[in-house]
Every structure is written in structure tokens, then in C-alpha cells.
């Protein structure tokens, strides 16, 4: 048997002897803590973005309205849906402790199924709503999530693809209405998560983040992916990150290796690029993220491989605040 307990993880043999179980044996070794920043789950998927809708056709798979097929589910978690109780067995699996649940428009939006699960399972998952700022009704959506639900994390997709963008004109993320949503963030001391496109998409807004950082410097802001860019943008990268280093701004590395395809494991450019993030940002404000289930849906891939291809390109001393500390206190309070 296995128990987890105060960073070791202890594994005790049994044997029975005249109807009574006895341990004969006790090994202690070290295991790392892990929490995925950047995971997400669904009942129902309802995708939308720049192809239009996405729906589910079985086996894992999805169709958007474009007739385009998409890998969603990995083989064994799902049919048609990727639940919580599912996310729950891939971590028990590969030893995540925690895990943030994020929306966007691939998957689609589903604050009540999220509301739901973090009742469920608090001490798993911390979850971040999301809304569309063009709805008529975004002022009582985002009261009813703050005021109703008790949402302290947002998540805004910005991107060109399966973002706000990708079905609203381009627009400033420091907008004068965007701004008045991150205020009422800001004063219960919340968190928005931003996934803005790659660089060179109108999402890509390096300088409108830092704006928002500076004038709201009580509200923490995740950068998703790493600003999400390409084999080929390393001076963007760069510069982003640069422009971004605020000490209330973190980035999360998720799907960071599917950013920069095509390239096969361990992914030497996405390394690169997490070198060039902890020269500029540094490892304090640095997340592991998987953005399953999607990232694994494909055949060869394992999570245990985007542990590895991470924690290789990071220096030993940094390994516990990418893989666990900066997310638990960003996220889950420091508890």
C-alpha cells in the first residue's frame, strides 16, 4: 500500500498471520508534489471560435462546423465528455495532487459544472470562471459568479482561434470595459488567467497585460502557455516576457511542447524557451500545466513526458516552485 504524507510518499508490505494484518516492511522515498495550473473538464463539450461550433462525435473525437476533426478525449477517459471524476483517475495516476480547472472556447464555457466540482472535491481542484465581455448581460453574469457562485479566478481566452477573438473584432484587453471587469476582480484580491493567442495574433497584448499588472497591482494575472509562441518566436518571446515581468504576473508552461510543433519529444525549443523564461522572470512565478485533455489525446504522448521534458530544461533548485509551490500559492492560497 501507498500513503502520501508530508512529502514522502511511504510503501508498506503486508502479510497476514492467523487472521491478522501485521507490517513486515517500510521503504521511504522522496516524491515530488505536483499541481497541474492548467487542466480542464466537461460534461457537455461546446466549443466555439473562429470555425465555428465544436461538437462531440464519439470516441474522443470532435467535428467543427467546418467539417475539420479534432483529437479531444485520450482513449479510455471519454466518449463524449471529460469529467472531473475522469481528470481525478489521470492525476491519481501520475501523481497530481492538485489540479486548476480553466474554460475557454475549445471546450466551451460551464461555470455551474465548475461551481459544482470544486464543491465536490476542494482539496483537488480550484477552478476559474470565465464570461464573454460582449454579452449584453456581462455586468450580472460576473456579479452572480463573484456574488452567487464565489468565483475568485477568471479566465479570459483572448486568442484568434477558439478565444473571444476568434468570434468578436480584435479589441485592447486594457479597454475601458475590460478594465471595469478586471476592477471587480481586483477588490476581492482575485486572479485573471489570460490566454492571448501567439505572437502576431490581435489576442497578443504584452503591453495591454502590463498596463492592467500596474493598475491593479493587488490582483495576481496568469499568462497561459507562456504567451503561446511558435518555433520561430524567440525575439517575440523575448521581448514578451520582458515587457511582462511584473511581480503580480505569472505564466504557466502548459502545452508549451504543442506550441512549438512540429517537434518530438523532449521538445528542445520549448526547453529553450523555458530557459529564456527563468533568465528573464526567474522560477518564483514559473507553473507546470498539462492543458490535458486535449495534449494527450494523441497517441505516444504521456503526461509523465511533460514532467520530464520541464523539469530537465529547470535547474534542481527550482524543480518545487514550477511543479507545485507557485501554483499553490497563486491559486489555492499558500494552504
Known amino acids: 500500500m501507498f500513503f502520501l504524507d508530508n512529502h514522502y510518499l511511504f510503501l508498506t508490505f503486508f502479510s497476514k498471520n492467523n487472521g491478522f494484518t501485521a507490517p513486515v516492511e517500510s521503504l521511504s522515498i522522496h516524491a515530488m508534489r505536483i499541481i497541474d495550473a492548467h487542466a480542464h473538464a466537461f460534461r457537455t463539450l461546446a466549443g466555439f471560435g473562429a470555425d465555428g461550433e465544436l461538437r462531440a462525435i464519439g470516441n474522443g473525437k470532435a467535428m467543427w462546423a467546418t ?12 466518449d463524449r465528455d471529460f469529467t472531473a471524476e475522469s481528470l481525478l483517475r489521470l492525476m491519481d495516476e501520475n501523481g497530481i495532487e492538485k489540479a486548476v480547472l480553466l474554460q475557454g472556447g475549445l471546450l466551451g464555457f460551464d461555470n455551474h459544472y465548475l461551481y459544482e466540482v470544486k464543491g465536490r472535491y476542494p482539496e483537488r481542484f480550484q477552478a476559474a470562471a470565465t464570461l464573454d465581455p460582449f454579452c449584453r448581460s456581462h455586468e450580472r453574469i460576473l456579479r ?99 515587457v511582462m515581468n511584473r511581480e503580480n504576473i505569472y505564466f504557466d508552461l502548459a502545452a508549451l511542447h504543442w506550441k512549438v510543433r512540429p517537434e518530438e519529444y523532449p521538445f528542445p525549443t520549448a526547453q529553450e524557451f523555458i530557459r529564456i523564461a527563468l533568465d528573464i522572470i526567474g522560477a518564483d512565478r514559473l507553473m507546470w500545466g498539462t492543458d490535458v485533455p486535449t495534449t494527450i489525446a494523441r497517441p505516444g504522448l504521456t503526461i509523465q513526458m511533460l514532467i520530464d521534458y520541464i523539469k530537465d530544461a529547470a535547474p534542481a533548485d527550482s524543480v518545487d516552485r514550477i511543479f507545485y509551490s507557485n501554483a499553490e500559492s497563486l491559486y489555492f492560497g499558500g494552504k
Do not use: W
Open 144 to 242: 452572480h459568479l463573484i456574488d452567487d457562485l464565489g468565483f475568485t479566478v477568471f479566465k479570459f481566452e483572448m486568442s484568434t482561434g477558439c478565444g473571444i477573438m476568434g468570434e468578436h473584432p480584435d479589441f485592447p484587453l486594457d479597454a475601458p470595459f475590460m478594465m471595469d471587469i478586471y476592477r471587480e476582480i481586483a477588490k476581492i484580491g482575485g486572479v485573471v488567467a489570460f490566454d492571448l493567442g501567439s505572437p502576431g495574433d490581435g489576442s497578443n497584448q504584452p503591453e495591454a497585460v502590463r498596463h492592467i499588472a500596474d493598475s491593479f497591482p493587488d490582483m495576481k494575472i496568469a499568462v497561459c502557455h507562456l504567451m503561446s509562441p511558435r518555433k520561430n518566436h524567440k525575439e517575440q518571446l523575448i521581448k514578451g516576457l520582458t
Open 67 to 78: 467539417g475539420n476533426i479534432a483529437d479531444i478525449v485520450p482513449e479510455g477517459y471519454g
